[in-house]
Nanobody
C-alpha cells in the first residue's frame, strides 16, 4: 500500500505561480511513475503531468505544456508540480497519483491516489 498526501494548494491570481508537493509513504518500492490529475467542478478528472521515478521521463497534457513542470526528489519520496502562468481554467482539485509498471496517464491507469488539494485561480 502507498499513501499520498498533497500540499501547497491555495488561491492565486491569474498569471501567478504555485508549487504543489506530494509526500509518498508506505510500500513505494514498486512505484514506476507518479503524476498529477485534476478535477474541476462538474468536469471529468483529467491528466496533468507524470514522471517516471527512475529515469525521469516526463509527460504533460497539452493544456499545461510549457507552463507546468513536474519534478521529484527520490530520496524524500516527494513529487512536485511547479505551476506558472496560471489561468482561471486551471482551477481544480489536484490529485497526486502513483502507478506500477503497467501505468498509463489516464484515470484508470494509476494505482494510488491522494485526497487532493484545491487550487483556485482568480481572474
Amino acid at each position: 500500500q502507498v499513501q499520498l498526501v498533497e500540499s501547497g494548494g491555495g488561491l492565486v491570481q491569474a498569471g501567478g505561480s504555485l508549487r504543489l508537493s506530494c509526500a509518498a509513504s508506505g510500500r513505494t518500492f514498486s512505484t514506476t511513475a507518479m503524476g498529477w490529475f485534476r478535477q474541476a467542478p462538474g468536469k471529468e478528472r483529467e491528466f496533468v503531468a507524470a514522471i517516471r521515478w527512475i529515469g525521469g521521463n516526463t509527460y504533460y497534457a497539452d493544456s499545461v505544456k510549457g507552463r507546468f513542470a513536474i519534478s521529484k526528489d527520490n530520496a524524500k519520496n516527494t513529487l512536485y508540480l511547479q505551476m506558472n502562468s496560471l489561468k482561471p481554467e486551471d482551477t481544480a482539485v489536484y490529485y497526486c497519483t502513483s502507478g506500477g509498471d503497467d501505468w498509463s496517464p489516464t484515470p484508470y491507469g494509476m494505482d494510488y491516489w491522494g485526497k487532493g488539494t484545491l487550487v483556485t485561480v482568480s481572474s
